[in-house]
């Protein structure tokens, strides 16, 4: 029996996120609040994600 997706919660607005097999480390972003998201762990098809701080850089400089 394969898992065909994978499912997670946003931490950020807790949307129910169901996905295409990733692995650790790849990102993704939110559907509903846009934010990107790190990949921490896999477990038994649970995805524990992490909020990426996309750094904008100061291009003014
Ligand atoms: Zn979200």
Known sequence: MTT???SG???ECETDLTVPP???GETLS???CLLTLRV???TD???TLEMVEVQLR???Q
């Open 40 to 42: 921490e762990e896999i």
């Open 4 to 6: 065909a997706t994978l």
């Open 30 to 32: 939110c559907p509903e």
């Open 45 to 47: 098809g649970r995805l």
């Open 22 to 24: 990733v692995v650790q």
């Open 58 to 60: 100061d291009w003014g």
């Open 9 to 11: 919660a946003c931490p």
